[in-house]
């Protein structure tokens, strides 16, 4: 059984990188997203989203790179929603 699952709003077909985070009991959620469009913001969110080279043995999901981040599900979604879906 697969514990994993990508956020129903913020996970887009067209993302070309896949952030990871895991809640407290440890599944994950994905939210895909867009690189460059994020890293646009500033150096920190561009440094954050940085991606390993390919030879140090580059995760994917759904066939983009995996970035894993230390952050509760919940609090990325805030975090991208600012970007993503603003009121």
């Known amino acids: 059984m697969d514990l994993t ?4 709003s913020i996970y887009y ?3 070309n990188l896949a952030i990871r985070c895991r809640s407290k009991d440890g599944i994950p959620t994905y939210f895909r997203i867009h690189r460059n469009y994020l890293s646009s913001y500033s150096t920190i969110i561009d440094d954050m989203l940085g991606v ?24 990325m979604t805030t975090f991208l ?6 009121v």
């Open 81 to 86: 929603q600012f970007f993503y879906q603003p």
């Open 5 to 8: 699952h990508n956020h129903p």
């Open 52 to 75: 390993p080279p390919p030879s140090s043995g580059l995760e994917l999901h759904d066939d983009v790179p995996v970035v894993d981040l230390d952050a509760k599900p919940e609090d």
């Open 13 to 15: 077909a067209d993302g």
